[in-house]
């Protein structure tokens, strides 16, 4: 049996309001990265609220899901998704 090991996943940025999507292989490490200031990308928004994650075998399903939920259409539904917890945060 294969093991889920590619993830992506979502954080809320507690200063701004907005979503950040990433993908990874080792979450733990990821969010502490992201944590701690130590992503350029991110390090201006913290904190951070970690509030999605889904899991993949695949690392190109993986990197597919990430990049659609970085479109348009994807922010919209990764919203409906999330619309009750980012609700009560």
């Known amino acids: 049996m294969s093991k889920l090991t590619h993830c992506v996943y979502v954080l809320l940025s507690l200063k701004d309001d907005k979503l950040y999507i990433g993908s990874t292989s080792n979450l733990k490490q990821r969010l502490t ?22 899991y993949f ?11 659609y939920f970085k479109t348009t259409v994807g ?5 409906l998704i999330l619309r009750e917890s980012l609700k009560s945060i």
């Open 33 to 54: 990265d992201h944590f701690h200031g130590n992503s350029k990308s991110t390090a201006p928004r913290r904190p951070f609220k970690l509030v999605f994650c889904e």
């Open 57 to 67: 075998v695949s690392k190109k399903d993986a990197l597919r899901r990430e990049k």
């Open 75 to 79: 922010k919209r539904s990764l919203k």
